[in-house]
Nanobody
Framework: VQLQASGGGLVQAGGSLRLSCAASGGTFSRYHVGWFRQAPGKERGFVAIRKQNTYYYADSVKGRFTLSRGNAANTIYLQMGSLKPEDTAIYYC???????????????????WGQGTLVTVSS
């Protein structure tokens, strides 16, 4: 499956943005899915993950970001609200069919990656 992330851009602090990730060559129905991000000079870290019917969020985004699936089985979204300058990063969507729960937060364990979309939050 190939992933295509979109929706990034420049937004002021306190604003909102919705990222999309479209799958081609397959659908998300048989995959665990999520979003990671990488800020300049920092390691890639997990943002939000859906494994079966359980959602996991990084503490830094809990209550502000929501991962959801679209009506079509080949799209997922990351709704981001109350954005802060520290949310500035390249955001990547990910998918994997067999990742185990203890490995969810490890980017090395995810098999499929989108190309990334840049989110810049100005203060």
């Amino acid at each position: 499956v190939q992933l295509q992330a979109s929706g990034g851009g420049l937004v002021q602090a306190g604003g909102s943005l919705r990222l999309s990730c479209a799958a081609s060559g397959g659908t998300f129905s048989r995959y665990h899915v999520g979003w990671f991000r990488q800020a300049p000079g920092k390691e890639r870290g997990f943002v939000a993950i859906r494994k079966q019917n359980t959602y996991y969020y990084a503490d830094s985004v809990k209550g502000r970001f929501t991962l959801s699936r679209g009506n079509a089985a080949n799209t997922i979204y990351l709704q981001m609200g109350s954005l802060k300058p520290e949310d500035t990063a390249i955001y990547y969507c990910v998918a994997d069919a067999g990742i185990i729960t203890s490995s969810l937060r490890d980017p090395r364990r995810w098999h499929y990656w989108g190309q990334g979309t840049l989110v810049t939050v100005s203060s």
